[in-house]
């Protein structure tokens, strides 16, 4: 099909152009696989040899069918499938079914969050959507806000940032958005768990506080915040003229899944005058199960919590959201400009999005997450949560049995770390050899020890999956 036509328009032609484009892609992509692996197995430097051979940009185009083609012949065999049961490495999850419907309304319409007049009805949908997450978490939805963000690394640098120009605000009666840092803001310190994710440290440094800002509390046996050692860090650190002025707690550690004692903290926290902010990108989807939700403590006690889409709640990248008690904790990021937001049309009813967080022009994200919410409702939904939690138990239980394996942590949510007795390199080796039969698992380090992971959030996976897995490690042995 030559690309005379350019965009989706009312015409005839145009309607049907579109229609060729979505059957031929579908054909393309279901054609793409015909087995259960997740990978084609190819080696980066063969791969890299054949993608550099596709120029970038000719001077005459190859068309639809031409372009679609060469994605078909060079790139689609080697795309990772998410969905494939042999993928486990990471909280990088499978798309749930319906979602990739949201994702071609998301964009074919291509609307945009930053105003009004860039997506009625999906600014609507996020002001809905967002008050129905903050009740979902037990916040007052009168009181509360936020916003959906690219991930978790920005929900949580959103959070950071709000919660240092509260903390300056307010004890030193200094605006931050106007004058930038005071004089002394090298002593504000932010606390979390020695296996915290990364984007605390990277957060920090954005936020003009340094990675030395973050104090990183040593874990218990359970991979949770030592609340002990916490309690005697803020002494230290008070007495030595620090200024602790937020705690993040962890609600699914990366690598362990470890969910840190949030009431334990906000006793802390309100003893030293620190906000507390939940990192939930990884167990947030737990708050669907009735049965499982308890694990997560009283996740309404903290000023603002991040949740992951993208992560066990299976929804395509990106989809994230970052929520305030406080919707004022979201000022830092209002700021008017003359052709976007205006003031005198948000006295009429118009809401402009682009306040509310870092972004400018911002995807309709939001659809998905109503989109899934609809169509599976909470019990559906909380079913599929709770069957990554089972397979974990039944790995971690399968692995502890077997005298071969060391199982360090007994999982809280869907993700095994464990080692095969026999040393880093043994380790090493079988996840190496596990990839190039296009089966892919995790790896980390812990207690200096290299370690394999399961990250089970496939709810297609079932206990034979998991059997033959470990038995295949075993034959690596
Ligand atoms: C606990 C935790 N927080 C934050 C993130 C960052 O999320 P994202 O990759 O969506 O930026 C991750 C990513 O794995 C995570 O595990």
Same mark, same amino acid.
Not at 375 to 394: D, H
């Given at each position: 099909?030559?690309?005379?036509?350019?965009?989706?328009?009312?015409?005839?032609?145009?309607?049907? /152009?579109?229609?060729?484009?979505?059957?031929?892609?579908?054909?393309?992509?279901?054609?793409?696989?015909? #087995?259960?692996?997740?990978?084609?197995?190819?080696?980066?430097?063969?791969?890299?040899?054949?993608?550099?051979?596709?120029?970038?940009?000719?001077?005459?185009?190859?068309?639809?069918?031409?372009?679609?083609?060469?994605?078909?012949?060079?790139?689609?065999?080697?795309?990772?499938?998410?969905?494939?049961?042999?993928?486990?490495?990471?909280?990088?999850?499978?798309?749930?079914?319906?979602?990739?419907?949201?994702?071609?309304?998301i964009s074919a319409f291509n609307d945009s969050l930053d105003s009004w007049d860039q997506g009625p009805a999906a600014t609507e949908i996020e002001v809905m959507v967002i008050k129905g997450?903050?009740?979902?978490?037990?916040? #007052?939805?009168?009181?509360?806000? =936020?916003?959906?963000?690219?991930? =978790?690394?920005?929900?949580?640098?959103?959070?950071?940032?709000?919660?240092?120009?509260?903390?300056?605000?307010?004890?030193?009666?200094? #605006?931050?958005?106007?004058?930038?840092?005071?004089?002394?803001?090298?002593?504000?310190?932010?606390?979390?768990?020695?296996?915290?994710?990364?984007?605390?440290?990277?957060? /920090?440094?954005?936020?003009?506080?340094?990675?030395?800002?973050?104090?990183?509390?040593?874990?218990?046996?359970?991979?949770?915040?030592?609340?002990?050692?916490?309690?005697?860090?803020?002494?230290?650190?008070?007495?030595?003229?620090?200024?602790?002025?937020?705690?993040?707690?962890?609600?699914?550690?990366?690598?362990?899944?470890?969910?840190?004692?949030?009431?334990?903290?906000?006793?802390?926290?309100?003893?030293?005058?620190?906000?507390?902010?939940?990192?939930?990108?990884?167990?947030?989807?737990?708050?669907?199960?009735?049965?499982?939700?308890?694990?997560?403590?009283?996740?309404?006690?903290?000023?603002?919590?991040?949740? #992951?889409?993208?992560?066990?709640?299976?929804?395509?990248?990106?989809?994230?959201?970052?929520?305030?008690?406080?919707?004022?904790?979201?000022?830092?990021?209002?700021?008017?400009?003359?052709?976007?937001?205006?003031?005198?049309?948000?006295?009429?009813?118009?809401?402009?999005?682009?306040?509310?967080?870092?972004?400018?022009?911002?995807?309709?994200? /939001?659809?998905?997450?109503?989109?899934?919410?609809?169509?599976?409702?909470?019990?559906?939904?909380g079913r599929i949560i709770e069957k990554s939690l089972k397979n974990a138990e039944y790995v971690y239980r399968r692995l502890s049995e077997d005298p071969d394996f060391i199982v360090p942590?007994?999982?809280?949510?869907s993700s095994v770390v464990f080692a095969l007795r026999g040393g880093d390199d043994l380790n090493r080796r079988v996840r190496r050899s596990l990839l190039n039969e296009g089966t892919v698992?995790?790896?980390?380090?812990?207690?200096?020890?290299?370690?394999?992971?399961?990250?089970?959030?496939?709810?297609?996976?079932?206990?034979?999956?998991?059997?033959?897995?470990?038995?295949?490690?075993?034959?690596?042995?």
């Amino acid at each position: 099909m030559p690309l005379s036509k350019y965009t989706l328009s009312n015409s005839k032609e145009e309607r049907g /152009a579109y229609g060729r484009i979505v059957d031929e892609t579908k054909n393309a992509i279901l054609s793409s696989f015909s #087995d259960d692996s997740a990978f084609s197995g190819i080696d980066p430097l063969s791969l890299r040899k054949d993608v550099q051979s596709i120029s970038l940009l000719d001077d005459e185009g190859l068309g639809f069918d031409g372009t679609l083609s060469l994605v078909k012949e060079k790139i689609m065999p080697h795309l990772l499938r998410t969905w494939s049961k042999s993928y486990m490495p990471h909280l990088h999850s499978p798309a749930l079914l319906e979602s990739l419907s949201a994702e071609m309304i998301i964009s074919a319409f291509n609307d945009s969050l930053d105003s009004w007049d860039q997506g009625p009805a999906a600014t609507e949908i996020e002001v809905m959507v967002i008050k129905g997450l903050l009740e979902l978490f037990g916040f #007052d939805s009168e009181k509360g806000d =936020g916003a959906f963000t690219s991930g =978790g690394s920005q929900s949580n640098l959103t959070a950071i940032i709000a919660a240092r120009d509260k903390y300056i605000n307010k004890n030193s009666n200094w #605006d931050v958005k106007k004058r930038g840092l005071p004089e002394g803001y090298d002593r504000l310190r932010l606390y979390t768990s020695e296996i915290s994710h990364f984007s605390m440290d990277k957060s /920090a440094h954005i936020a003009g506080l340094g990675y030395d800002a973050v104090r990183h509390i040593p874990v218990n046996e359970k991979c949770q915040v030592n609340i002990s050692a916490f309690e005697r860090m803020l002494r230290e650190d008070t007495d030595n003229g620090l200024k602790p002025f937020l705690a993040v707690a962890t609600l699914g550690t990366t690598d362990f899944g470890s969910i840190d004692d949030v009431e334990g903290m906000k006793v802390l926290c309100e003893k030293y005058g620190m906000q507390l902010h939940l990192d939930a990108a990884y167990g947030s989807a737990l708050i669907l199960s009735d049965k499982e939700k308890h694990r997560l403590g009283n996740v309404s006690l903290a000023d603002s919590i991040t949740i #992951d889409f993208h992560k066990m709640f299976l929804l395509p990248i990106s989809c994230s959201a970052i929520l305030f008690k406080n919707e004022e904790d979201l000022d830092p990021f209002l700021l008017h400009a003359d052709y976007l937001n205006r003031e005198e049309d948000e006295e009429d009813g118009y809401i402009n999005l682009v306040g509310k967080g870092i972004q400018t022009t911002r995807r309709f994200d /939001a659809l998905k997450v109503l989109f899934s919410f609809k169509a599976r409702g909470k019990k559906e939904y909380g079913r599929i949560i709770e069957k990554s939690l089972k397979n974990a138990e039944y790995v971690y239980r399968r692995l502890s049995e077997d005298p071969d394996f060391i199982v360090p942590v007994k999982p809280e949510l869907s993700s095994v770390v464990f080692a095969l007795r026999g040393g880093d390199d043994l380790n090493r080796r079988v996840r190496r050899s596990l990839l190039n039969e296009g089966t892919v698992i995790g790896q980390t380090v812990k207690d200096s020890l290299v370690m394999l992971k399961l990250t089970l959030l496939n709810p297609n996976i079932e206990h034979e999956d998991l059997d033959s897995l470990i038995n295949r490690i075993k034959d690596l042995k």
